[in-house]
């Protein structure tokens, strides 16, 4: 079974900076089946990026995903009030669905 | 606009059998390009995908919880539903229905989820 670890747990960043967050699998997987979301507080998780590039219907251009092999980035380009949630990367394998354990990106 | 819609009781007692039901409305469950799931978030903490089922019937569990969990549709409803037996405090969490892409590549992610609904074990 893969695991996906998100590093880090917690990023504090101000308003207009960049954030890059990492979402490290196990073993080589296939980027087809890698994707991110995005939680906000009391909310249902929301669909950003698909097949690890890919931007979901209405997700703003400052969010890319990148990656490949075992090693997949989310980055946010100039983060908005809205940006600050966490943000979980999630696989699928072999009839197994898994998800990273989130990280948090906060105000600094 | 697709939307998805958990239903249940809030509160269960261990050792009994939490039983959700997940509403589709704005498009077909019978459709050949989607799954449909359900994923669990304790208060607190991370996202623990529960199961996937396909409307034939077809279905794939996480193994941590396959001796417990069942999960079925009911296409004439445009309705499926989850069970989860013998249930303790460490299940309680909020508990989310959603679909997934199943067809084309990318796929086999969640594009779309219900509001979720918070389930307390507790007597």
């Known amino acids: 079974e893969i695991v996906l670890t998100q590093s880090p747990g917690t990023l504090s960043l101000s308003p207009g900076e960049r954030a890059s967050l990492s979402c490290r699998a196990s073993?080589?997987?296939?980027?087809?089946?890698l994707a991110w979301y995005q939680q906000k507080p009391g909310q249902a998780p929301r669909l950003l990026i698909y097949g690890a590039s890919s931007r979901a219907t209405g997700i703003p251009d400052r969010f890319s995903g990148s990656g490949s092999g075992a090693d997949f980035t989310l980055t946010i380009d100039r983060l908005e009030p809205e940006d600050f949630a966490v943000y979980y990367c999630?696989?699928?394998?072999?009839?197994?669905?898994?998800f990273g354990q989130g990280t948090k990106v906060e105000i600094k | 606009q697709l939307q998805l819609q958990e239903s249940g009781p809030g509160l269960v007692k261990p050792s009994e059998t939490l039983s959700l039901t997940c509403t589709v409305s704005g498009g077909t469950i019978s459709s050949s390009t989607y799954f449909w799931g359900w994923i669990r978030q304790p208060p607190g903490k991370g996202l623990e995908w529960i199961g996937t089922i396909y409307y034939s019937g077809s279905t794939y569990y996480n193994s941590s919880l396959k001796s417990r969990v069942t999960i079925s549709v009911d296409a004439s409803e445009n309705q499926f539903s989850l069970r989860l037996s013998s249930v303790t405090a460490a299940d309680t969490a909020f508990y989310y229905c959603?679909?997934?892409?199943?067809?084309?590549?990318?796929?086999?992610?969640?594009?779309?989820w219900g509001q979720g609904t918070l389930v307390t074990v507790s007597s």
């Open positions: 999630q696989h699928y394998g072999t009839s197994l669905w898994t």
């Open positions: 073993q080589s997987v296939s980027s087809t089946f």
């Open positions: 959603a679909r997934l892409i199943k067809t084309g590549a990318p796929r086999y992610y969640f594009d779309y």
